[in-house]
T-cell receptor, first 114, second 114 residues
Framework: AQSVAQPEDQVNVAEGNPLTVKCTYSVSGNPYLFWYVQYPNRGLQFLLKYITGDNLVKGSYGFEAEFNKSQTSFHLKKPSALVSDSALYFCAVRDGGATNKLIFGTGTLLAVQP | EAGVTQFPSHSVIEKGQTVTLRCDPISGHDNLYWYRRVMGKEIKFLLHFVKESKQDESGMPNNRFLAERTGGTYSTLKVQPAELEDSGVYFC????????????FGSGTQLSVL
C-alpha cells in the first residue's frame, strides 16, 4: 500500500533562514507526489507536484521540493522563510487505481519566528 | 471561479444525533472526494464520486456514514447516529477541468460530537 511519512510534527525556523519540511514515501511503482498547505481556517491548497522529469520541482509561493528516489524522500524547501509561511504542510502520494485518491501524511506545522 | 464550498463550517452535536454535511464542488468537476482529519492524525480518505456514482467508498468507517451526490452536483455526508469518535474536520475536494492532477479543497467542516 502507498504511504507517506512526515517525521516532524513541528518545524521552527527564523524568518529569512532556509526551511526544510521532510517527507518520505513508500509506493509500488512510480510515485506521484504532492505537497499541500493549510493556512488557519482555510482549506488545503496545492503547492507543487512531482510526476516525472526533473527531480527539483518548483511550486507556489517560492517553495520547491526535491525528489530523491534512492532515499525515497520528497522534502519541501524554501531558501528564505517568511512569517506568512507559517501553516500546516501535508505531503501526499497518489494511490493507484481508478480513484486517483491522495494518501496524506500526518502534517507538519511550520512556525516561522520574526 | 468559485471554489469548493462546505457547509456548515462548524457543527456541535450530542452523541446519538444526526448531522448532515454539504459540499458544493467547483462547477464542472466530475470527481468529488470526502476526507476526514481527526486531531493530529493524517487526512484520511473516505470516498470518491465520479459524477453521481460512488467510485470508491473503501474509507467509510461504518454504516453510520452515508454519502450521496444526487445529480452529480453537490454532495452530502450524513452521520447517523453520531458517536464521539466521529469528531474531526471533514474536507471535501473536487478535481477535473483543465488541471486534472490537482485536488481543490473546501475549508472543511469541524464536527464536534459531545
Amino acid at each position: 500500500a502507498q504511504s507517506v511519512a512526515q517525521p516532524e510534527d513541528q518545524v521552527n525556523v527564523a524568518e529569512g533562514n532556509p526551511l526544510t519540511v521532510k517527507c518520505t514515501y513508500s509506493v509500488s511503482g512510480n510515485p506521484y507526489l504532492f505537497w499541500y498547505v493549510q493556512y488557519p481556517n482555510r482549506g488545503l491548497q496545492f503547492l507543487l507536484k512531482y510526476i516525472t522529469g526533473d527531480n527539483l520541482v518548483k511550486g507556489s509561493y517560492g517553495f520547491e521540493a526535491e525528489f530523491n528516489k534512492s532515499q525515497t524522500s520528497f522534502h519541501l524547501k524554501k531558501p528564505s522563510a517568511l512569517v506568512s509561511d507559517s501553516a500546516l504542510y501535508f505531503c501526499a502520494v497518489r494511490d493507484g487505481g481508478a480513484t486517483n485518491k491522495l494518501i496524506f501524511g500526518t502534517g507538519t506545522l511550520l512556525a516561522v519566528q520574526p | 471561479e468559485a471554489g469548493v464550498t462546505q457547509f456548515p463550517s462548524h457543527s456541535v452535536i450530542e452523541k446519538g444525533q444526526t448531522v448532515t454535511l454539504r459540499c458544493d464542488p467547483i462547477s464542472g468537476h466530475d470527481n468529488l472526494y470526502w476526507y476526514r482529519r481527526v486531531m493530529g492524525k493524517e487526512i484520511k480518505f473516505l470516498l470518491h464520486f465520479v459524477k453521481e456514482s460512488k467510485q470508491d467508498e473503501s474509507g467509510m468507517p461504518n454504516n453510520r456514514f452515508l454519502a450521496e451526490r444526487t445529480g452529480g452536483t453537490y454532495s452530502t455526508l450524513k452521520v447517523q447516529p453520531a458517536e464521539l469518535e466521529d469528531s474531526g474536520v471533514y474536507f471535501c475536494a473536487s478535481r477535473g477541468g483543465l488541471e486534472p492532477e490537482k485536488l481543490f479543497f473546501g475549508s472543511g467542516t469541524q464536527l464536534s460530537v459531545l
